[in-house]
């Protein structure tokens, strides 16, 4: 990823939903990551859309442990990505469900 140019602008787009059987945003990952920065960091998540554009979002702070498992995992050498991901909120609480991988 060094040799990327990384332009977050802005942050994943997550449904609310109204029962937690409802359907989430669902999106094509392709990479999650960290970004430090100084004092701070953020999560970050490479999407690709529908025409085959990808494009680095932020996540919101809750997805901290998604992102953080994911990458130790990968470390491990089980990678989990690409794959076809739910993203939403629910009665405050945020949730992710890894759907099924992909293969581009």
């Given at each position: ?91 405050g609480?945020?949730?992710v ?8």
């Open positions: 990823m060094a040799t990327e140019n990384l332009i977050v602008v802005k942050s994943l787009p997550i449904k609310e939903v109204t029962s937690a059987q409802e359907a989430g945003s669902i999106y094509t990952v392709l990479e999650v990551g960290i970004v430090m920065l100084k004092r701070d960091s953020f999560e970050i998540i490479k999407v690709l859309d529908e025409d085959g554009i990808a494009t680095w979002y932020r996540l919101p702070d809750q997805y901290m442990n998604f992102v953080f498992d994911s990458l130790t995992m990968a470390r491990g050498g089980l990678n989990m990505f690409p794959s076809r991901v739910e993203f939403k909120r629910y009665d609480q945020y949730a469900n890894i759907l099924e991988g992909v293969k581009l």
